[in-house]
C-alpha cells in the first residue's frame, strides 16, 4: 500500500475545448514548479477525466491517500454537496482510501492581490 501523497485538482469542467485546455497548461506549469509532487487533474462534468475514473486509476495504482483541491472559486454545491457526495461514496467503494479536500481559491486573501493588479492593468 502506497501512502504517497496524491493530489487532484479539480475544476468544473467545459464543453469549450480551449478552455479546458489551457486548464491542462496550467496544471502542468504548476508540475514544473513542483516535481517532487504528484499532481493529476479531474474535471466535475463535461469533460474527462472524471473524479470517480482518477481516484479508480490511483487506488488500482495502491495510492490510498489522496488530496482533492477544488479549482473553484465559491462554495457553491459542487463544493459543498457535490464533491463530498463523490469523495464519501469512493472511500465507501474503496477499502483504505483516504481522501482529504481542500478549501476553495476564494478563501486565499493573495486571490485579492491577483484582483486588483489585474485591475491596474486593464486601466
Same mark, same amino acid.
Given at each position: 500500500?502506497?501512502?504517497?501523497? *496524491?493530489? @487532484?485538482?479539480?475544476?468544473?469542467?467545459? $464543453?469549450?475545448?480551449?478552455?479546458? &485546455? =489551457?486548464?491542462?497548461?496550467? /496544471?502542468?506549469?504548476?508540475?514544473?514548479?513542483?516535481?517532487?509532487?504528484?499532481?493529476?487533474?479531474?474535471?466535475?462534468?463535461?469533460?474527462?477525466?472524471?473524479?470517480?475514473?482518477?481516484?479508480?486509476?490511483?487506488?488500482?495504482?495502491?495510492?490510498?491517500? *489522496?488530496? @482533492?483541491?477544488?479549482?473553484?472559486?465559491? $462554495?457553491?454545491?459542487?463544493?459543498? &454537496? =457535490?464533491?463530498?457526495?463523490? /469523495?464519501?461514496?469512493?472511500?465507501?467503494?474503496?477499502?483504505?482510501?483516504?481522501?482529504?479536500?481542500?478549501?476553495?481559491?476564494?478563501?486565499?486573501?493573495?486571490?485579492?492581490?491577483?484582483?486588483?493588479?489585474?485591475?491596474?492593468?486593464?486601466?
Amino acid at each position: 500500500m502506497k501512502r504517497d501523497k *496524491i493530489v @487532484v485538482v479539480l475544476n468544473h469542467g467545459t $464543453r469549450n475545448k480551449q478552455a479546458q &485546455e =489551457d486548464f491542462v497548461n496550467f /496544471i502542468n506549469a504548476v508540475r514544473e514548479k513542483q516535481p517532487d509532487l504528484r499532481i493529476e487533474y479531474a474535471s466535475m462534468e463535461l469533460c474527462e477525466p472524471c473524479l470517480p475514473s482518477v481516484i479508480d486509476r490511483l487506488y488500482d495504482e495502491g495510492i490510498r491517500y *489522496i488530496i @482533492v483541491i477544488p479549482f473553484f472559486l465559491f $462554495r457553491g454545491i459542487h463544493i459543498t &454537496e =457535490d464533491i463530498p457526495k463523490i /469523495i464519501k461514496g469512493q472511500e465507501a467503494s474503496h477499502p483504505g482510501l483516504e481522501i482529504v479536500m481542500g478549501k476553495v481559491l476564494l478563501s486565499d486573501e493573495r486571490l485579492q492581490d491577483i484582483l486588483l493588479d489585474n485591475i491596474k492593468e486593464t486601466i
